[in-house]
């Protein structure tokens, strides 16, 4: 079992930035994946940024440029750099562990948390 706490959404003008966090407990060592996904309203879960237990990481063509993806081992805490931030970014942002190794950023296999919203304003 892995529990996932993100926190760091919120409202933000375009263009703007946010950084999202997520304390990760639990059997964190046996997952391929840490991965950011987001769910804007009406629409399904994507994929926005992954990282491989290697370091790998990989981002959806959205937020290529824009968004990146980093992890502290030490503090057991993943983090989702968001930069330049559009309107269409507003969604809620989910944190997870696992996944299915070549398919980073499909919504299965994981383990979830909560959300954070976050909202942005043109």
């Known amino acids: 079992q892995v529990q996932l706490v993100e926190s760091g959404g919120g409202s933000v003008q375009a263009g703007g930035s946010l950084r999202l966090s997520c304390v990760v407990s639990g059997d964190i060592y046996s997952n391929n994946y840490m991965a950011w996904f987001r769910q804007p309203p009406g629409k399904e879960r994507e994929g926005v940024a992954s990282?491989?237990?290697?370091?790998?990481?990989r981002f959806a063509d959205s937020v290529k440029g824009r968004f990146t993806v980093s992890r502290d081992m030490a503090k057991n805490t993943l983090y989702l750099q968001m930069n330049s931030l559009k309107p269409e970014d507003t969604a809620m942002y989910y944190c997870?562990?696992?996944?299915?190794?070549?398919?980073?950023?499909?919504?299965?296999?994981?383990?979830w948390g909560q959300g954070t919203q976050v909202t942005v304003s043109s």
């Open positions: 997870a562990a696992g996944g299915v190794v070549g398919r980073s950023l499909m919504p299965s296999g994981y383990y």
């Open positions: 990282i491989y237990r290697t370091g790998l990481t």
